[in-house]
């Protein structure tokens, strides 16, 4: 709040922080998304206050807005506008579905899944940017404010607002991995992409590495002028700062975290509920149900943890917590089967009455549910193929004031950068996995004491304001320089 001083701040994402949803005897109810998208930047919403432009996917979103579209949450405590945008079936269907998550989505992650390139989602993308592009303009009261641009299905947005607002800072925030030139060049419209990406001010990626590969791109297919020691891309006249910032979660507040039940309250708890054995040991999984994620990786993982130590048979479960997620695609749809499968086929190899080696919980969690969870568990299985950040990781180690529980976490994820002190691994590595996970369970509790305080100082230190606040001081430095040159 004290680096905006005042400035006008409006956030462009497709997923909107608040869903309103009719229930099926036509009851109004609201729902928070799994995103950890919308887990970042609600916070840094609420403190500055300001417009958050986002697609209304809930419905009941139209019956709550006023007669512009928006509406003010968090509901009851009105802090800042959300503005809607509708989509109509097509759009949804080209932008999102089609060129977002069937394009973009796996042409970003290393998960080997081809992505699909149609034209018709390309005309999607294009006329769904524009009309956020648009929306904003609108928004905006001055001709000069801060924009946050917010992923991959906006990477037209930048140019798009620069043209008609020159004075705007935008700063853009990729929040999935950026691939190397080969990679990212098999996109038909590679260089549209990197266009719109370069309307802006400041453009962020999670780590060093994606940066690199992302200037290493510009400069495979670009006109570009390239100055790798200041971060700085030059095409015509516009300038972009690309820098890394990754991305965190909000600490929990001291008051808040004093009201948590006891970490063997929340144990007896998920213990009692999931019908498990007192003593019984806890692995826990939240995802997204995505292939990104290496959910299947961990299955196999955990299956071979029971083969090479028949002890844990009986007193040892994987508990998966997999939020639905783009379930009209076909490929989350067969994945979803496939993971059924195999969980079926560890049922039956390892399971016996009264015992499930692992529990799917395909439904989406309340935050104080999944944080009984992460207090329960005794150990956090993050085994992404490929992620931008994760901050499920980061969620746990908030989670643990009792400096106990360990955590497991993929060295593709961009989260092993910083924490250096959870057992990382390679999730392609079904043994090292197997191994890591006995390895946590057999942990000494001053040793999974001296880890966890270690991770907390991380994340405590290198909170989502701390994020925000590198973000918006580099912003204010840029905006600084620009009303200094257009004097000169
Ligand atoms: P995501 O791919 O959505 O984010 P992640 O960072 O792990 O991945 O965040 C997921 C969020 O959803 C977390 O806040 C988690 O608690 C929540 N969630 C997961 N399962 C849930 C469930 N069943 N019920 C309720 N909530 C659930 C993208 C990138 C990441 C990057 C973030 C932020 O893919 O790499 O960390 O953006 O930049």
Redesign the pocket.
């Known amino acids: 709040r004290t680096k905006l001083r005042g400035d006008e701040v409006i956030v462009v994402s497709n997923r909107e922080p608040y869903i309103h949803e009719i229930d099926e005897k036509g009851d109004l109810f609201v729902r928070?998304?799994?995103?950890?998208?919308?887990?970042?930047i609600e916070p840094v919403m609420r403190a500055c206050s300001g417009t958050w432009v986002a697609h209304g996917g809930g419905s009941g979103d139209r019956k709550t807005v006023d007669a512009h579209d928006r509406i003010k949450v968090p509901p009851g405590r009105d802090e800042y506008s959300l503005r809607r945008i509708w989509l109509t079936p097509d759009e949804e269907q080209g932008y999102y579905y089609g060129f977002a998550n069937e394009g973009l989505w796996p042409l970003c992650h290393v998960a080997h899944v081809r992505p699909v390139f149609r034209e018709s989602d390309w005309q999607a993308y294009q006329q769904v940017n524009r009309r956020f592009a648009d929306a904003v303009i609108a928004e905006a009261r001055s001709d000069d404010p801060i924009v946050l641009v917010q992923?991959y299905h906006f990477a037209l947005v930048p140019a798009m607002i620069r043209e008609k607002l020159p004075g705007a800072t935008i700063l853009t925030?990729w929040?999935?991995p950026w691939p190397n030139p080969e990679s990212f060049g098999i996109c038909p419209w590679r260089r549209e992409l990197l266009q719109g990406l370069l309307g802006s001010t400041i453009l962020g990626f999670?780590t060093r590495f994606h940066c690199r590969n992302f200037m290493e791109t510009v400069d495979r297919y670009l006109e570009a002028r390239i100055e790798q020691e200041h971060s700085i891309v030059s095409v015509q006249n516009t300038e972009t700062y690309v820098e890394s910032y990754p991305?965190s979660?909000e600490w929990p507040a001291k008051d808040i975290a004093a009201r948590w039940r006891p970490a063997e309250d929340c144990r007896a708890a998920v213990i009692q509920r999931l019908k498990l054995t007192p003593g019984h040991r806890i692995a826990l999984g939240?995802?997204?149900f995505?292939y990104?994620?290496g959910i299947l990786e961990r299955l196999h993982a955990v299956e071979r943890l029971l083969e090479k130590h028949p002890e844990w048979v009986g007193r040892f479960t994987l508990v998966q917590?997999?939020?639905p997620t783009r379930s009209s695609l076909e490929e989350y749809r067969s994945f979803q089967d496939r993971i059924e499968r195999v969980c079926r086929r560890i049922a039956a190899r390892f399971g016996s009455p009264g015992y499930e080696p692992v529990i799917l919980?395909v439904?989406?969690?309340?935050?104080e549910?999944?944080n009984e969870l992460y207090r329960a568990a005794d150990v956090c299985l993050?085994t992404?193929l490929h992620?931008?950040?994760?901050?499920?990781c980061k969620?746990f180690v908030a989670a643990r004031s009792d400096e106990q529980g360990v955590l497991v976490l993929s060295r593709f994820?961009?989260?092993a950068r910083e924490m250096h002190e959870a057992l990382v691994v390679n999730p392609y590595h079904v043994e090292e996995c197997a191994d890591a996970i006995h390895q946590a369970l057999v942990m000494p509790a001053a040793e999974q004491r001296e880890r966890m305080a270690s991770l907390r100082m991380t994340v405590r230190e290198f909170n989502v304001y701390r994020w925000a606040g590198r973000m918006l001081s580099d912003a204010a430095r840029m905006r600084l320089r620009q009303r200094i040159e257009a004097r000169v």
């Not at 992620?387 to 499920?392: A, E, P, Q, T, Y």
Request: no cysteine; charged share 20%; hydrophobic share 45%.
């Open positions: 928070r998304p799994a995103s950890g998208l919308v887990t970042a992923d925030f929040h999935i999670h991305i979660i939240v995802d997204r995505d990104t994620k917590v997999a939020a919980l439904e989406h969690h309340e935050h549910q999944l993050v992404s992620d931008g950040m994760n901050l499920v969620e994820a961009g989260a």
